[in-house]
């Protein structure tokens, strides 16, 4: 055992300071360890691989989006339809921003997204629970109809890909993007609508 | 003049040939000319860079998507919505179809989408265009509600990016894409309906 305590939460740190600072191709544990003035060894007890560790900072960052997503989805205040919308816009909001503030680490994440890496494909099934509640609770309260809310779910999600997937992340500076969007919500919360 | 007629045609043909055995990097004019048995002026004398020589092979693909997808469009017998319904999805086949069974071709659209290039911003504006003159009919016929068709026309291309934007076409051979596909087309379908 070292002298110092190192763990889990320190190594991410330094990984996600040196992806920030040189991207996901130049960040191995052999550079964490330099950075934290230890052995590779110490990092290796955590992390068995430089895809280990980009995964745990991306999953980090995926678990404070989740944080915030879930207060919005849960606002029980505003009707379902309003939740919705509300959700699918504070998660294009974090996307943007994090492309534009952070781009060598929305460039991991690109890389995670693309691979269907566990992380992503959970960040994924988060979302779809998510609009599944949603709708099941706009069914209930007589505004949407849907038989297969977790079918429709997965369709929100896809007709929205230009505005949250990585891949689109080129396109988001664009000054029409947010009035794309919110053209897109809105035709389908009146194809959820019940009529 | 030279001896041989050499025409614009037989270049991208040419061009063509190249791009699908070598890729969008190494298709030069040079290149082409060696394929002809031309001296590379005479390619020049048509194609002023390797740019407009693969622009040039786009957009001839291109030419043929939007005569199949204007007859598609333009078939009155359907009513508005499943004129839509068979537009779209003989878009995403075509798309899916070049993607799948001529990768490199395919690679050099997504070169030039990313580029917004004139060829693929001409592409879109048919597109839009086609996508809003049949909700212009549906809402005539009384079977959609649209105030902005130009809008909603927008709108339905960006809900379906996923399934016809070149950035994604690594993800279009899951067995998933067609029901996904479909899903999506329904949720849009029922967001225009007149209710």
Redesign the interface.
């Known amino acids: 055992m070292r002298g110092e305590p190192l763990d889990a939460e320190t190594i991410v740190s330094a990984t996600e300071e040196l992806l920030r600072r040189h991207g996901p191709d130049k960040t191995t544990v052999l550079d964490v360890a330099r950075q934290l003035g230890v052995s590779h060894g110490s990092v290796y007890r955590h992390f068995a691989s430089k895809a280990a560790l980009r995964e745990a900072v991306i999953r980090r960052w995926l678990d404070q989006v989740r944080n915030e997503l879930a207060i919005v989805a849960q606002n029980f205040e505003l009707p379902p339809a309003e939740r919705l919308r509300a959700l699918l816009t504070t998660m294009f909001a974090m996307k943007w921003a994090k492309a534009g503030a952070d781009p060598e680490l929305f460039a991991t994440f690109r890389v995670l997204a ?1 691979e269907h890496s566990a992380v992503s494909c959970d960040h994924v099934g988060f979302l779809v629970a998510q609009l599944r509640d949603i709708i099941i609770d706009g069914v209930a309260a007589g505004d949407f109809v849907a038989s297969e809310p977790e ?2 779910a ?3 999600l ?5 505005f949250h ?1 990585p ?2 992340a ?1 396109e988001w500076d664009s000054p029409e993007t947010e009035a ?2 919110a ?2 919500v ?8 019940a ?1």
């Open positions: 693309a079918t429709i997965r369709a929100v896809n007709a929205t890909s230009r997937d891949t689109h080129a794309e969007s053209a897109v809105s035709l389908i919360l009146d194809g959820l609508r009529r």
